[in-house]
């Protein structure tokens, strides 16, 4: 059974940094994308970044401006979200998710997702 949990979320004043962490387990991964996902209350759920499990292909919503990193590390199954510069508008729960689609940047793409973990900025 694939499971993806998040962790690493929490309050932080804006300027701030967190870093968010995925476990991945129950298949392997190889061939597969990584992405975060973030919603906040009354908005829909959007991208925020993407990478390939097997390394490279990271992507960034416009929104990121290089405020955000992705990464992944392939022998502890983990994938990581930087988050830097944080703002309260960056305030939402962010979703961990995988797809076998290599280039996805939409939430019907993605085939598993974890439970999320919020991150709230305050101003």
């Known amino acids: 059974q694939v499971q993806l949990v998040e962790s690493g979320g929490g309050l932080v004043q804006a300027g701030g940094s967190l870093r968010l962490s995925c476990a991945a387990s129950?298949?392997?991964?190889?061939?597969?994308?990584m992405g975060w996902f973030r919603q906040a209350p009354g908005k829909e759920r959007e991208f925020v970044a993407r990478?390939?499990?097997?390394?490279?292909?990271?992507y960034y919503g416009d929104f990121v401006k290089g405020r955000f990193t992705i990464s992944r590390d392939y022998a502890k199954n983990m994938m990581y979200l930087q988050l830097n510069s944080l703002k309260p508008e960056d305030t939402a729960v962010y979703y961990c998710?995988?797809?076998?689609?290599?280039?996805?940047?939409?939430?019907?793409?993605?085939?598993?997702w974890g439970q999320g973990t919020q991150v709230t900025v305050s101003s």
């Open positions: 998710a995988a797809t076998n689609a290599m280039w996805a940047t939409s939430r019907p793409d993605y085939e598993y």
């Open positions: 129950g298949r392997t991964f190889s061939g597969y994308a």
């Open positions: 990478i390939r499990w097997s390394g490279g292909g990271t």
